[in-house]
């Protein structure tokens, strides 16, 4: 999902609460913030020597042990406060991938691409997943690899 699409999503939306899905049927907490927005770029080599490039944006949710009896969750309206501020001081690359970086006791950390989200008459509920590690110097029909 892109940047945009996820703000629109939550524009049409506002009044939601917004949930995390980052196993199957295993959620972040209520208790959870959105701490940070990074625009990333990346520029790496792969073991056949090919540079690569990309842009994607990452939202890290981070759950607090303070709040951890809390039952509410953040609104739709209130990611898009944090949003429009974030974008006031670093403007947003609304056409990049948007992952979500989440970890707790019970999950390593590992930023996640949106798989999909689902809607009811409160809540937006949006699945994660972790994507396979992958060689991009060879293609994935290759049994070998560097």
Same mark, same amino acid.
């Given at each position: 999902? &892109? ?10 939306? &506002?009044? =939601? ?6 196993? *199957?049927?295993?959620?972040? %907490? ?17 073991? %056949? %020597? =090919? ?26 309206? *209130? ?19 948007? *992952?979500?970086?989440? %970890? ?8 996640? &691409? ?33």
């Amino acid at each position: 999902m &892109k940047v945009f699409e996820f703000l629109d999503l939550l524009q049409k939306n &506002k009044d =939601k609460e917004v949930l995390f899905e980052y196993k *199957k049927e295993h959620f972040i %907490g209520a208790n959870y913030h959105l701490t940070e927005i990074k625009n990333v770029d990346f520029t790496t080599v792969d073991c %056949g %020597g =090919k540079q690569n490039y990309w842009q994607e944006t990452q939202m890290q949710l981070w759950e607090s042990p303070r709040e951890i009896d809390k039952r509410t969750y953040l609104t739709a309206h *209130k990611f898009l406060a944090i949003f429009n501020r974030v974008n006031s001081i670093v403007p947003l690359w609304l056409k990049t991938e948007l *992952k979500v970086e989440f %970890g707790n006791e019970n999950f390593h950390t590992s930023v996640m &691409k949106i798989s999909s989200y689902t809607i009811n008459a409160t809540k937006i509920v949006v699945q994660l997943f972790i994507e396979k590690t992958q060689c991009k110097a060879v293609p994935e029909t290759e049994v070998t690899c560097c």
